[in-house]
């Protein structure tokens, strides 16, 4: 089983950018589809974006699409996600998280990083 941990997240002004990074452990990362999620305060965790394994396919909620890619490096079992033209309401804490299967349902993801925080100034 893999381990995660993210980093990347911070501050940023509406409009600017940062790239999320998940580091995994273990030697069977590239066995795993994976996805990030995120929370904002007093809602649910929510989907955002999901990679297959090889990084071949991708997927992304519709609130992110165009702004937001995710994609991956097997060698260095880290997977990433970019983020664009940031807007206040992405406020929240992301988390990346395994999937055994290439699929978008919150419930079938696990094991969790513990998130990193990224905050949009208005």
């Known amino acids: 089983q893999v381990q995660l941990v993210e980093s990347g997240g911070g501050l940023v002004q509406a409009g600017g950018s940062l790239r999320l990074s998940c580091a995994a452990s273990g030697r069977t990362f590239s066995s795993y589809a994976m996805g990030w999620f995120r929370q904002a305060p007093g809602k649910e965790r929510e989907f955002v974006a999901a990679i297959s394994r090889s990084g071949g396919l991708q997927y992304y909620a519709d609130s992110v699409k165009g702004r937001f890619t995710i994609s991956r490096d097997n060698a260095k079992n880290t997977v990433y996600l970019q983020i664009n033209s940031l807007k206040p309401e992405d406020t929240a804490v992301y988390y990346c998280?395994?999937?055994?299967?290439?699929?978008?349902?919150?419930?079938?993801?696990?094991?969790w990083g513990q998130g990193t925080q990224v905050t949009v100034s208005s």
């Open positions: 998280a395994a999937n055994p299967r290439y699929t978008t349902n919150k419930a079938d993801f696990g094991p």
